[in-house]
């Protein structure tokens, strides 16, 4: 007798479990994939402009990690995979943009003439003196990244290198988040004995090995992430059914029952085994009842909302420099309007291969930070009116677009908020002591494709561990 599981969410981790849950189970398993929107990719998507695919979700992913690329390879495209060139990033920081520094890690300095270029002096000099304070010890306890720093090198460093570079992750507000889930070399090297940040950062950073090329720190599909979700499908061997929320899940003598669908007229869909791969608000729901403990856990988790914005300028444009730029909170127009926008990304010059039919220079901006929600509120046509004029303030260029795209991401991205890691910890805990279910995504264990593949990936080896242990008893009888 085949069994049957459903995986709850058509995002990338569930993706990866349902691929999964195929290999392990083979051929006479039946996998249902239940999406509550309609289309498959959650934060993954990818769009047309400008007549090529073009990633409006996440448009990377971390090369050194290795859950991507082994992926890829099981799916036989490899080769779609390329790397970024070799412009450098920039931001901008009181008042002008500069090349965002070396030396750092995740925007920490690991010394003051590494951040002097985008620092005041009197910043300079604190990150300097940082070391003849009394000693960081965190006693293995979680701290905010905001706090902790702004305690030891200032805020200049929190505002305009540290929340610039994790808003581009978490969209996110630093004093908030937890150094441990967000930062985890650097709270490690404290853990390991590093009595000062500075010198933290210092023994994180990889030493410089100059007769060897450098490895790319980014990779994405040629063709957008769209391949990658396709094959995925593919070779999980399932129909989806999108369209369809699943309003309640309930713990049966012999399995699970899932409820989806309008609540009018409900369909019940009986499973052995049950994938939540949703985001944490979903998963709270739907485990309320059967695992509490993890539902009250995961209701801790926030999210943030987000709008990127695609545009398309005409092929005699000229682009800075640069990958793109990040933008440090407060910052101004010279006539002392807000920036709207968090971030550009130059993607034709990031990624060279990225160029519209008619030779179109391709610009991605992000809007959004956690807990600004008034420039969310704005229709299409607003935002993109302030993503321009922040994008010319920024580059002079304010040609119009030949072509444009505006997504908004409600609600998509979980904050790792100080204790996250316990959280996590204490929600898989209660999860796994429920034989036949498992939970994934980005509220776990990092924001990042690779990590959500990760989650998907484990999720599925748990509900096959339990399944087969079930078949054992079974045949055992």
């Not at 709270?284 to 926030?302: F, G, M, T, Y």
Request: hydrophobic share 45%; with cysteine; proline share 6%.
């Amino acid at each position: 007798m085949s069994n049957r599981i459903v995986v709850v969410g058509g995002g990338i981790a569930g993706l990866a479990a349902a691929h999964r849950l195929r290999v392990e189970l083979g051929p006479d398993a039946e996998i249902v994939l239940v999406e509550q929107s309609d289309r498959l990719g959650g934060k993954l998507r990818t769009v047309e402009l400008a007549g090529i695919r073009y990633d409006v979700g996440s448009e990377a992913f971390l090369a050194r990690r290795p859950e991507v690329r082994q992926l890829a390879e099981e799916l036989g495209i490899t080769e779609e995979i390329v790397h970024p060139g070799k412009a450098s990033a920039t931001v901008r920081a009181g008042g002008r943009t500069c090349r965002l520094p070396g030396g750092t890690v995740m925007g920490v300095p690991a010394s003051a003439e590494a951040v002097q270029d985008v620092l005041s002096p009197a910043s300079v000099a604190a990150v300097r003196a940082e070391a003849d304070l009394p000693p960081v010890r965190l006693d293995g306890a979680d701290a905010s990244v905001g706090e902790l720093l702004r305690g030891r090198v200032g805020d200049e460093v929190v505002d305009r290198l540290v929340e610039p570079l994790l808003g581009g992750v978490y969209a996110g507000n630093a004093d908030m988040l937890g150094l441990r889930a967000t930062i985890p070399a650097l709270a490690a090297a404290l853990d390991a004995g590093a009595e000062s940040i500075t010198s933290a950062a210092a023994s994180v950073l990889p030493a410089p090995k100059p007769a060897a090329a450098p490895q790319p720190v980014f990779g994405a599909f040629r063709l957008g992430y769209r391949e990658l979700i396709d094959r995925l499908l593919i070779a999980a061997d399932v129909r989806p059914r999108l369209g369809l929320p699943v309003r309640a899940l309930v713990r049966t003598g012999s399995g699970w029952r899932l409820e989806i669908g309008a609540a009018p007229s409900p369909e019940f869909l009986d499973a052995d085994a049950v994938v939540l791969a949703v985001p944490a608000p979903a998963a709270r729901r739907l485990l309320a009842d059967v695992v509490p403990v993890a539902a009250a856990k995961l209701s801790e988790v926030q999210l943030a909302s987000m709008i990127v914005v695609g545009l398309a300028l005409p092929s005699d444009a000229q682009l800075p420099d640069a990958s793109g730029v990040l933008i440090a909170r407060g910052e101004r127009h010279a006539d002392g309007t807000p920036f709207t926008a968090k971030a550009f990304t130059f993607s034709s010059n990031k990624w060279p291969h990225l160029r519209g039919t008619g030779g179109e220079l391709l610009v991605r901006g992000s809007v959004g930070r956690f807990g600004e929600t008034a420039d969310l509120q704005l229709d299409d046509a607003e935002v993109l009116r302030r993503v321009r004029a922040d994008f010319a303030e920024l580059t002079g260029i304010s040609a119009a677009p030949v072509d444009s795209v505006a997504v908004r991401w409600g609600g998509g991205v979980p904050q790792y908020g100080v204790g996250h890691l316990d959280l996590v910890a204490d929600v898989e805990r209660a999860v796994a002591e429920v034989p036949g279910l498992a939970v994934a995504g980005a509220a776990l264990h990092g924001v990042g494709v690779p990590a959500c593949i990760a989650t998907g990936t484990a999720a599925a080896t748990e509900v096959t561990r339990d399944l087969l242990q079930v078949g054992r008893r079974e045949v055992g009888r």
